[in-house]
């Protein structure tokens, strides 16, 4: 089955489940053409041509491209994006040509391999060259705003685009002086501020990222901008945490500079992103694979980093009330020590939801059950009435029974200060569970570290570059002590109960696993796909139902042996045990 962007909602997410799958109108089940798009050209602007003008430097589930025009530079970082339709929205004769289901999985400059970026680059100029005074207009553009798309033809002259100046998300920044009052004596000092039009963008790192030229006393100095046009609600939860958390030599350095837009008038200035150390050596989702095919990756330096994780955890879980929802390999990066050696580096502190194939069960189950239970929360409008309120009278049950204090919100559009955001499963977790939740992602970090691959699985809803057919648990190159170690940490992961997850990408399609075609495998229909990926979700959220209600029976003192056998995590290890472990191997090997 064919996957965009409209169509997460049916495989990727619980509501797959129960919401009816939409008509596709043909785009699900189309075939490739091997036309090369070189060949296909219809209109004005050549190719390599429109591609020296515009650079698409990342996408975002192939309806968000961050597209560049260079015939501008230098330009500041104003986040100006462009939007089109789904892809199955497109025009059917392009839905091969330009890559349509491959456009989903892939994000960043992977994305160029794609006809769409071409095609994207040579209407952006075609439509550029017939606005009077564009250069002037984009500059005028208001922060975060975008330039839309209306529809994807064959024929760029007859793509209708036109800029969408955002003037609402000025409505929802906050000036520095704001977020200080909200923060109070919590926060010493804020950093400095820097207007973003003093910035020069140099590349777009992924949606949220991007490389900076920063003016300077002595020059200039590249650094990361972190901005958050979504939520800025987010953006600013991320620099408190960033602020507010002790110092610690493998976390993210406090922002360097707060970065500001200013009003129309010039009168009034508020933050839109904030500044931070560029790691040059990468992070370790692109460092692992390279240095593992190089023949650099050795075991001694391994340990070493695996060691300085699980001390970055230890720091953020002694401070009360915090914790690190998002680890995986591409928030870890690497930084060079004075001596040469490189030492690892945790970054994004949003406290916010991460990948599913990382997530340990008892958030995800949670998560799932608030996705059916809630409409705030759900994926699809189309989920039954029975199936909601079923879902959610499970849950307000269970916080009844947890007796926790407030109802579940996501990231509002104004930032109203919480004091250790809003990720729900996370919140209503005690330390020593939210303890347990972390051990449960350092085992699969770990499992990526000692077997020097990028991600624990192949994801459902993107890609990456060093994507391979290996998947948690197979181990072909971690040490057995350390392999028994991987497995008491991920105790619980469906990969020990289950095995793989039952629905399975390659590149830009979905199949039943054991259906995909490849390695003497018969390829599934569509038909088979879809009840494949509906049943497996159903069964995911009868395994939600029966761990929410043996917790709640161990919450109350009236579990009995099965249910204890379901909460695998009270028989994780703690951190320091962790630790304790790793350092005892690494002296093994003196």
Known sequence: MNIADSLRPHYVFCTAGYAPFPDTHGYAEYKDEPIPYTKW???PCGSSDAQSDWRIDDSCFGVTYNAVPQ????????????????????????????????????????????????????????????????????????????????????????????????????????????LQILWGPGVAQMPPSIDYKRLELKEQ??????????PTTGGEHTMVFKSHTGSLAALYHEVKVLLTLPKNRFIAEPPAYLVTASSRDGT????????????????????????????????????????ELTS??????????????????????????????????????????????????????????AELGYEDFDWSEAVDLETRSKYAALLEHFLSVRGYPQGLQRPPKVYDNPPHGWYFPWLLSSHQEQEACEIYLLGKALYCLFEGVADADIILGRSSPAESEQRFPEFYRTPPPLRELI???????????????????????????????LNGESEASFDETKAAIRS??????????????????????????????????????????????LESYGNSLT
């Open 41 to 43: 050209l219809k209109g």
């Open 71 to 178: 015939f501008l530079s230098p330009l500041a970082p104003s986040r100006v994006d462009v939007v089109i339709p789904d892809q199955m929205a497109w025009s059917p004769e392009t839905w091969s040509i330009l890559g349509a289901r491959d456009s989903v999985h892939l994000s960043g400059p992977r994305i160029r391999e794609l006809g769409i970026s071409t095609h994207l680059c040579r209407a952006l100029k075609h439509w550029s060259s017939t606005v009077p005074d564009f250069a002037q207009k984009y500059r005028d553009l208001p922060f975060g705003s975008e330039i839309i798309v209306s529809n994807v033809e064959a024929d760029i002259r007859r793509m209708r685009i036109a800029f969408s100046p955002n003037f609402e998300l000025w409505d929802r920044m906050l000036s520095i002086e704001s």
């Open 205 to 214: 790192l992924s949606g949220d990222v991007c490389l900076v030229k920063v």
């Open 268 to 307: 009034e200035h508020r933050v839109c992103g904030f500044l931070m150390k560029f790691y040059a050596a990468g992070t370790l989702h692109k460092v692992l694979p390279e240095r593992r095919q190089n023949g650099t990756l050795s075991l001694r330096q391994q340990i070493t980093w695996a060691k």
């Open 312 to 369: 970055a955890l230890l720091h953020v879980m002694s401070v009360p009330g915090y914790f690190y929802s998002d680890l995986r390999m591409d928030n870890v990066v690497l930084d060079r020590n004075a001596d040469g050696s490189e030492s690892v580096v945790l970054i994004d502190f949003e406290q916010s939801r991460n990948i599913y194939n990382w997530v340990p069960p008892e958030i995800y189950y949670m998560e799932w059950i």
């Open 487 to 517: 497995k008491k940490c991920t105790a619980g992961a469906r990969e020990w109960k289950d095995g793989y997850i039952k629905v399975y990408r390659r590149e830009g399609k979905v199949y039943p696993l054991g259906k995909s075609g």
């Open 536 to 581: 497996f979700w159903q069964n995911e959220m009868k395994k939600a139902e029966d761990f929410i209600r043996a917790k709640e029976r161990y919450e109350t003192g009236k579990a009995d042996a099965s249910d204890v056998e379901i909460l695998d995590y009270l028989r994780r290890p703690t951190l320091a045990e962790v630790l304790q472990v």
